[in-house]
C-alpha cells in the first residue's frame, strides 16, 4: 500500500570502468551495493572489453561526458559515499578531483587501479602523477595492493616491515589513511592493514581461499567499504566489514565457473 511517508535509501556512486564479462568494475560496484542494501549510482569512466582470459580493448570515455555524468548524479540525488577506480586517463582523473571539491565530497575510497589481475594495462602513466598530486590528499582512504602501492611509494615490499615503510611515505604524500592490501604478499600468513595519520594501525589477517576466481576482489572490497561507510560505519569498521564481505564471496565463489580465465566471486 502507498503511504505518504516517504525514506531514502543510503546511496553510494562508483566512478569506474566498465567490464563487460562483468567480474569487476561498475558491474562488481553496483553488485556489491545492492547486495549490501545500498542503492547504487555510477559514473562510467570507459569501456573495457573483456571477459575472465583479459582486457582485449579500452574506451575512454570522453571528459564532457564523464563530467557530465557527475554533474547530472550530484545535482540530483544525495550520495552518501562514493568509490573511484579506473581513472584510464589524467583528464578523467582531473574532472573527478574537482568534482570532489565542488559537491564537497567527505566518504570517498580510491582504488588506484592500475594493471589487471591478467597483466593489462588499465591507466595511462600520466594519470599517475594527477592519482598523486591531486586526488591522493583530497579522498579519504586509498587502496591499493602491493604492486600499486611499491609503485607509488618508489619502495619495494617484499615484507610487512617494507608493507609499512611503503605506508608511511603514502601517508608523507598526502594520503589520509591507506589499506595496504598483502594478499599478493609470499608467506603463510598475509593480512592487510589499514594505516591512519592519527591512530594505530589496523591489522586484517587475510585467510587464504584455494582459487582461482579472484577478478574483481580488489574493486569489490572498495566499494564495499564504500557502502558500509554510506550506511553509516566509521572507517576502520567499514574496512572490518568489507573485508570480510570479500572473503565469504571468494569461499563462495571458489568452484564456480564462469568464463576460462580468472572468474568472478561470488556475491
Ligand atoms: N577492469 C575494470 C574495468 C576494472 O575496474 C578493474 C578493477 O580493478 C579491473 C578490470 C581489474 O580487475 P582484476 O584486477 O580483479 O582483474
Known sequence: ????????????????????????GIQADLKTFSALGVFGASVITSITAQNT???????????????GQIDAVFED?????VKIGMLHNREAAGIVACAIDRF?????????????????????DETIEVIVNELFP?????????????????????N????????????????RSVLMKGGHLEGSERADILYMKDSAPLRLVVPAVQTQNTHG???TLSSAIAAYMALGKGLPDAVSLAKEYVTAALEAGADVQTG???GPMNH
Open 53 to 67: 582470459t583479459g582486457v582485449r580493448g579500452i574506451q575512454a570515455v570522453s571528459p564532457e561526458i564523464v563530467e
Open 104 to 124: 564537497s565530497l567527505s566518504k570517498v575510497i580510491l582504488d588506484p587501479v592500475m594493471i589487471s589481475t591478467s597483466g593489462s594495462k588499465l591507466m595511462e
Open 260 to 262: 576460462h580465465g580468472h
Open 77 to 81: 540525488i544525495t550520495v552518501d559515499a
Open 160 to 175: 610487512e616491515e617494507e608493507m609499512e615503510k611503503a605506508a608511511q611515505e603514502l601517508l608523507a604524500r598526502g594520503c
Open 217 to 219: 576482489t580488489g574493486c
Open 1 to 24: 500500500m502507498k503511504t505518504n511517508t516517504m525514506f531514502r535509501y543510503p546511496v553510494a556512486l562508483t566512478i569506474a570502468g566498465s567490464d563487460s564479462g562483468g567480474g569487476a
Open 138 to 158: 583530497k579522498v579519504m582512504l586509498v587502496t591499493p595492493n602491493i604492486d600499486e602501492a611499491a609503485f607509488l611509494s618508489g619502495m619495494p615490499i617484499r
